[in-house]
C-alpha cells in the first residue's frame, strides 16, 4: 500500500528540534506533570499512590471504564459502551478509515485539512473529491459545493471541526446542513474534533450528538495540552463500535496503564484544564491580533478561538524557503502552507507560551524586511 509523505508531520519532525522560538504548533501550550498535579488539593499524592500500586499489565483493552465513562460524558447522547480507546486521534481516524474504506469507494475530504483524513483513503484505493475551503469565504465550508460532490455511492464524509490549519469552525446548523447531506445517500461523516473552539460562549455540536452514522475522532493532544500521553477516543453508534473493535484488535491492544490512568486524570480535572487554555487563547488571540493589525506584510482570516491559525504572506510565494531562512536566521518555526498544499500562507501556532509568542512575532516581522 502507498501512501503520499505526510508534508507537516515530515517538517515538523525534521525541523521542530532546531526552533528556540516555535510557533507552528497546533496544542495549547503543553502542560507540566507538576502544572497538572497541581488541579488537585492534595498535588497528586492520590495520583502517584495509585500509580505505584498499578500492576504495568495491559489494563483495559479498550480503556478503562472510568476513561470510557468521562468520555461519553463529553456528550450529550452518548454511553460509555459507544467509546474507544486508541493511540491519539491519528489512531483513531485511522481505525475508522482502515475499517470503513474499501478500494473503489468514494470519499469526499474538506480540503485543506490533516492530510490523514484524505491520504489514508487514497492509500486504499480510494476516490477522492475534494470539497474545497476558500480564503474569500473566510475558509468556511460552502454546502452548495458539497451538494456538487456528493454522489449516489459516496461512502463517507471525512471533516475536521474545527479546522487545521485555517482555525474555522462548522458551525451547528451547518453541521445539521452536512449531515441532511449525507443522510439522502446514507454516507457516514467523520469528524475529526481535536480543536474545540475555547471563545466565551462559544460552542459547537459533536457529530455524535447529531448523526446516526456520525463518527466523532479526538484527543488529549490539542485542547487539553498532553499530547505525550498518546490518548485518544473514537466516538460512533454500536454497530459502527463494534465493527471498529474488530480492527482495533489487529492495530492495537491498549493505550497503556500510565496513559490511561492521568487520561482519566485530565478529563476528571477538565473544567480547570479548559479554564486555563481558554484563558491562554483568549490573551495569546489579543497578542496575534495586535500584531496582524501592525504588520502590513501578513493577512489572516482570524481563527475562532481555536488554537491554529493560518496566515497569508502578502509578498512571498515561496512559504517553504521563507520559513527556512526565517528558522535559519531567526530561529522562528512555522508550518509553511506549501505542506498543506496552500503556497503563499504558514501555519502560526499562536497558543505557544506568551513569551515564546512575543518574541516570535517580533523575528517574524524582522525576517519578512530581511528576505
Ligand atoms: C486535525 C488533527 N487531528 C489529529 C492530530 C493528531 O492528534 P493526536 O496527537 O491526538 O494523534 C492533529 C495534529 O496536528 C490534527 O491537527
Redo the contacts with the bound molecule.
Keep these: 500500500m502507498e501512501i503520499a509523505n505526510f508534508g507537516v508531520e515530515e517538517w515538523l519532525n525534521v525541523y521542530e528540534t532546531q526552533a528556540t522560538l516555535d510557533i507552528a504548533q497546533?496544542t495549547i501550550a503543553s502542560m507540566t506533570m507538576s502544572e497538572l498535579m497541581a488541579l488537585s488539593p492534595d498535588n497528586g499524592t492520590q495520583f502517584y499512590q495509585d500509580l505505584a500500586q498499578q500492576k504495568m499489565n495491559y489494563g483495559a483493552i479498550e480503556g478503562s471504564e472510568a476513561f470510557k465513562q468521562a468520555v461519553s460524558e463529553l456528550y450529550q447522547t452518548v454511553n460509555s459502551n459507544q467509546v474507544l480507546q486508541t493511540n491519539?486521534?491519528?489512531?483513531a481516524?485511522l481505525l475508522a478509515l482502515y475499517a470503513l474504506v474499501k478500494p473503489g469507494d468514494h470519499v469526499i475530504s474538506m480540503f485543506p485539512t490533516?492530510q490523514q483524513l484524505y491520504e489514508i483513503p487514497i492509500s486504499i484505493g480510494a476516490t477522492v473529491s475534494y470539497w474545497q475551503l476558500d480564503e474569500a469565504n473566510n475558509w468556511v465550508p460552502d454546502i452548495a459545493e458539497l451538494k456538487k460532490l456528493i454522489r449516489p455511492e459516496t461512502k463517507l464524509i471525512c471533516l475536521?471541526n474545527a479546522n487545521?490549519p485555517t482555525g474555522t469552525v462548522i458551525s451547528t446548523e451547518l453541521m445539521q446542513a452536512i449531515v441532511e447531506v449525507a443522510r439522502t445517500v446514507g454516507a457516514y461523516v467523520l469528524v475529526?474534533e481535536?480543536?474545540l473552539p475555547l471563545g466565551e460562549g462559544q460552542q459547537t455540536t459533536s457529530i455524535a450528538d447529531l448523526y446516526e452514522l456520525g463518527i466523532a475522532t479526538n484527543?488529549l493532544?490539542?485542547t487539553y495540552s498532553v499530547?505525550g500521553i498518546r490518548v485518544?477516543w473514537l466516538v460512533a453508534n454500536e454497530t459502527l463500535t463494534d465493527l471498529f473493535r474488530k480492527y482495533r484488535d489487529y492495530t492495537m491492544i491498549c493505550a497503556g496503564v500510565f496513559s490511561d490512568q492521568l487520561a482519566v486524570y485530565v478529563l476528571q480535572h477538565r473544567k480547570q484544564v479548559l479554564a486555563r487554555n481558554r484563558a491562554l487563547v483568549q490573551r495569546n488571540l489579543k497578542i496575534f491580533k495586535a500584531w496582524v493589525a501592525q504588520e502590513p506584510l501578513v493577512d489572516v482570516v482570524y481563527p475562532e478561538s481555536v488554537s491554529t491559525s493560518f496566515i497569508h504572506f502578502k509578498e512571498i510565494e515561496d512559504d517553504e524557503a521563507f520559513c527556512k531562512y526565517l528558522l535559519k536566521e531567526y530561529g522562528v518555526l512555522l508550518v509553511p502552507g506549501k505542506r498543506f498544499e496552500i503556497p503563499g500562507h504558514a501555519r502560526l501556532g499562536y497558543c505557544a507560551p506568551e513569551a515564546t509568542l512575543k518574541k516570535g512575532l517580533a523575528e517574524l516581522s524582522k525576517a519578512l524586511r530581511t528576505y
Design positions: 497546533s491519539g486521534a491519528t489512531g481516524n490533516y475536521n487545521n475529526d481535536v480543536y484527543s493532544s490539542k499530547p485518544g
